[in-house]
């Protein structure tokens, strides 16, 4: 599935919409794998 290719969950897949909201990733220094969030697109 995508989801485990990607590492993200599937409560956070299902609001991802075209033009409209998608998720991100901040990656940091010492941080092995952080959570994404979703952000809307305007």
């Given at each position: ?11 956070t ?14 990656r ?6 952080p ?5 809307l697109v305007?």
């Amino acid at each position: 599935m995508a989801a485990s290719k990607l590492g993200i969950n599937r409560d956070t897949l299902k609001y991802i919409r075209p033009k409209q909201a998608m998720a991100v990733q901040l990656r940091r220094e010492g941080l092995a794998s952080p959570p994404f969030g979703n952000v809307l697109v305007s």
